[in-house]
């Protein structure tokens, strides 16, 4: 692409045009300061073709009253501010709180991230599935799906799934080709272990499960059903971060979106830390955010030391899912053949293969 554009820009559209006898020598070689602005526009070419086109389906529940996962929201700041990364669109799906409070919580976001950056534009926001529930095995109908379709219909990108995927299961439902222009469909999703509970902490007196694919088996089985490429970012990918609201603050985040963080992340460090003991909570949303820029050495928002992400090809094991033909079965190997299925975890760790319970 670079080469385009340089012959491009060393060839005059018009031999004759006076303006053009200074910028070329009439040996035809171009001189430095020409040069350089030839090199300066070939490298922001270059760097256009790297951003990624991203649409985030997600479920904020920041600014909730209460002890609500304010973790959606790390994510979609961290996406926000990554320069390599343009939000194409925002869909919005029950799981951390009903779909009208996580509306209401959006708008709030929104809102405050408009303040504290008001040169940045915020991408349009779909209002999506309000519950997992279906007639006849048709997946509910939302603005959210709607758009979806219309949008990896013309165009490719990726998508990064922070709540139950209801809203995408039903957008590959209605059409499934789109499909292929979902070149990376990120879930919050998945572990190494037998066990189908999680549990943060040394207590192991408290835990809690695979919450995303609770909300919705069906939707997560509609997907590893279908030739999407998938990257499981699942909770091993998050056990050795603690977000704190110290840490938070340490972030290059401006008020007052700084604030709305932090206010809403006090009482949900206090629930981690009275219900596992732990000071902090695990982030797994802004991890699978984050995936985005797995095994890049390259210094980025949020970064903490030996944070690295690497992604790797499993055969990943589907247990007590509830299959397209409504039966329950105990197991369901996906990531064979053309399609292996990529699990994400912290470079350095050799774990056993994705199992998603």
């Known amino acids: 692409m670079g080469r385009s554009v340089l012959a491009e820009s060393a060839r005059p559209h018009n031999a004759g045009c006076d303006d053009m006898h200074h910028w070329i020598r009439p040996t035809g070689t171009l001189s430095w300061p020409n040069r350089l602005a030839i090199l300066l526009i070939t490298v922001a070419v270059d760097l256009q073709a790297e951003m990624q086109n991203v649409w985030v389906d997600t ?48 708008a709030k976001f929104r809102s405050t991230f408009r303040r504290s950056y008001p ?31 219309t949008y990896f219909r013309a165009h490719p990108g990726v998508i990064v799934a922070l709540g139950p995927v209801t809203n995408i299961a039903t957008a590959l439902w209605v059409n499934p080709g789109i499909s292929a222009n979902i070149k990376k469909l990120i879930l919050v999703a998945g572990t190494t272990g037998d066990s189908r509970r999680f549990f943060p902490g040394d207590t192991r007196m408290v835990s809690f499960r695979d919450f995303n694919l609770a909300k919705d088996r069906y939707a997560f089985a509609k997907l590893f059903a279908t030739p999407t490429a998938i990257w499981l970012a699942g909770y091993e990918l998050a056990e050795d971060l603690a977000v704190t609201t110290s840490l938070i ?5 401006k008020d007052p979106l700084l604030g709305l963080l932090i206010e809403s992340a006090t009482p949900w460090q206090e629930y981690w830390r009275s219900k596992f003991g732990i000071d902090g909570f695990y982030p797994f949303d802004l991890m699978a955010a984050k995936v985005l820029h797995a095994d890049s050495d390259q210094s980025r928002l949020f970064d903490q030391p030996d944070a690295s992400i690497r992604c790797v090809p499993t055969t990943a094991v589907i247990r007590n899912v509830t299959t397209l033909g409504f039966s329950t079965v105990h197991s369901l190997k996906v990531g064979v053949g053309d399609r292996p299925v990529m699990f994400c975890r912290q470079r350095g760790d050799t774990g056993a293969p994705a199992v998603i319970h």
């Open 119 to 149: 040169d940045k534009t915020f991408p349009p926001v779909y209002p999506g599935a309000t519950q997992r529930k279906r007639r006849h095995g048709q997946f509910p109908d939302s603005s959210a799906s709607r758009q979806l379709v």
């Open 59 to 106: 479920d904020p529940a920041c600014g909730i009253a209460g002890n609500r996962d304010i973790d959606d929201c790390l994510a979609l700041t961290y996406l926000l501010l990554s320069d390599d990364v343009n939000i194409v669109a925002i869909s919005l799906v029950f799981g951390n709180a009903e779909l009208v409070d996580v509306e209401s919580a959006m």
């Open 249 to 253: 603050s340490s972030w290059q985040i």
